[in-house]
Nanobody, 118 residues
Framework: QVQLVESGGGLVQPGGSLRLSCAASGFTFSTYVMSWYRQAPGKERELVAT????????NYVDSVKGRFTISRDNAKNTVYLQMNSLKAEDTAVYYC???????????WGKGTLVTVSS
Protein backbone atom coordinates (compact mmCIF):
# COMPACT_ATOMS: atom_id res chain seq x y z
CA GLN A 1 0.00 0.00 0.00
CA VAL A 2 1.37 3.40 -1.00
CA GLN A 3 1.59 5.84 1.87
CA LEU A 4 2.81 9.40 2.31
CA VAL A 5 2.55 10.50 5.92
CA GLU A 6 3.27 14.11 6.83
CA SER A 7 4.28 15.18 10.30
CA GLY A 8 5.73 18.18 12.10
CA GLY A 9 2.89 20.62 11.72
CA GLY A 10 1.60 22.68 14.58
CA LEU A 11 1.38 26.15 16.05
CA VAL A 12 4.34 28.49 15.73
CA GLN A 13 4.82 32.21 16.33
CA PRO A 14 5.61 34.64 13.51
CA GLY A 15 9.34 34.62 12.86
CA GLY A 16 9.66 31.11 14.19
CA SER A 17 10.69 27.88 12.49
CA LEU A 18 9.16 24.51 11.82
CA ARG A 19 10.37 21.37 10.08
CA LEU A 20 7.90 19.17 8.22
CA SER A 21 8.60 15.55 7.34
CA CYS A 22 6.97 13.23 4.83
CA ALA A 23 7.62 9.52 5.26
CA ALA A 24 7.02 7.43 2.14
CA SER A 25 6.41 3.73 1.72
CA GLY A 26 5.01 1.31 -0.84
CA PHE A 27 6.86 2.63 -3.91
CA THR A 28 10.36 3.28 -5.21
CA PHE A 29 10.99 6.57 -3.49
CA SER A 30 14.30 7.40 -5.18
CA THR A 31 12.73 7.51 -8.67
CA TYR A 32 10.08 10.06 -7.70
CA VAL A 33 10.12 13.83 -7.77
CA MET A 34 8.96 15.11 -4.39
CA SER A 35 7.02 18.29 -3.75
CA TRP A 36 5.32 20.21 -0.99
CA TYR A 37 2.02 21.97 -1.61
CA ARG A 38 -0.11 24.04 0.71
CA GLN A 39 -3.70 25.18 0.87
CA ALA A 40 -4.95 28.02 3.02
CA PRO A 41 -8.64 28.40 3.89
CA GLY A 42 -10.59 29.73 0.92
CA LYS A 43 -7.60 29.57 -1.41
CA GLU A 44 -6.37 27.27 -4.15
CA ARG A 45 -3.75 24.65 -3.47
CA GLU A 46 -0.32 26.08 -4.20
CA LEU A 47 2.97 24.44 -5.14
CA VAL A 48 5.54 25.48 -2.55
CA ALA A 49 8.72 23.53 -3.31
CA THR A 50 10.04 20.68 -5.45
CA UNK A 51 13.16 18.53 -5.32
CA UNK A 52 14.25 16.17 -8.11
CA UNK A 53 17.04 14.16 -6.47
CA UNK A 54 19.02 13.72 -3.27
CA UNK A 55 20.87 16.99 -3.86
CA UNK A 56 18.53 18.84 -6.20
CA UNK A 57 17.75 20.72 -8.33
CA UNK A 58 15.08 22.49 -6.33
CA ASN A 59 12.38 25.05 -7.06
CA TYR A 60 10.40 27.33 -4.79
CA VAL A 61 7.45 29.64 -5.09
CA ASP A 62 8.62 33.24 -4.84
CA SER A 63 6.86 33.88 -1.56
CA VAL A 64 9.02 31.33 0.31
CA LYS A 65 12.40 31.78 -1.39
CA GLY A 66 15.13 32.36 1.14
CA ARG A 67 12.93 31.11 3.98
CA PHE A 68 12.02 27.50 3.11
CA THR A 69 14.33 24.63 2.17
CA ILE A 70 13.24 21.32 0.71
CA SER A 71 15.49 18.28 1.11
CA ARG A 72 15.26 14.51 0.89
CA ASP A 73 16.93 11.46 2.35
CA ASN A 74 16.44 8.55 -0.02
CA ALA A 75 17.89 6.08 2.49
CA LYS A 76 15.09 7.03 4.88
CA ASN A 77 12.42 7.47 2.19
CA THR A 78 11.70 10.89 3.62
CA VAL A 79 11.35 14.41 2.28
CA TYR A 80 11.59 17.48 4.51
CA LEU A 81 10.52 21.09 4.41
CA GLN A 82 12.47 23.40 6.70
CA MET A 83 10.47 26.58 7.24
CA ASN A 84 12.16 29.62 8.76
CA SER A 85 11.02 33.19 9.36
CA LEU A 86 7.43 32.07 9.26
CA LYS A 87 4.68 34.55 8.52
CA ALA A 88 0.97 34.50 9.22
CA GLU A 89 0.30 34.01 5.52
CA ASP A 90 2.17 30.71 5.67
CA THR A 91 -0.73 29.28 7.64
CA ALA A 92 -2.12 26.37 5.63
CA VAL A 93 -2.46 22.63 5.38
CA TYR A 94 0.77 21.34 3.87
CA TYR A 95 0.69 18.32 1.58
CA CYS A 96 3.43 16.01 0.40
CA UNK A 97 3.33 14.82 -3.23
CA UNK A 98 5.33 12.16 -5.06
CA UNK A 99 5.51 12.21 -8.87
CA UNK A 100 7.16 9.90 -11.38
CA UNK A 101 7.54 11.66 -14.70
CA UNK A 102 7.99 8.53 -16.82
CA UNK A 103 4.72 6.96 -15.73
CA UNK A 104 2.73 10.00 -14.67
CA UNK A 105 2.00 8.39 -11.32
CA UNK A 106 1.19 10.78 -8.50
CA UNK A 107 0.67 10.14 -4.80
CA TRP A 108 -0.55 12.55 -2.15
CA GLY A 109 -0.33 12.65 1.59
CA LYS A 110 -3.28 13.68 3.72
CA GLY A 111 -1.68 16.88 4.95
CA THR A 112 -0.46 18.47 8.15
CA LEU A 113 -1.70 21.79 9.51
CA VAL A 114 0.71 24.67 10.08
CA THR A 115 -0.63 27.64 12.00
CA VAL A 116 1.50 30.77 12.33
CA SER A 117 0.07 33.04 14.98
CA SER A 118 1.03 34.92 18.10
Amino acid sequence: QVQLVESGGGLVQPGGSLRLSCAASGFTFSTYVMSWYRQAPGKERELVATIWSSTGPTNYVDSVKGRFTISRDNAKNTVYLQMNSLKAEDTAVYYCKASEARTGMNYWGKGTLVTVSS
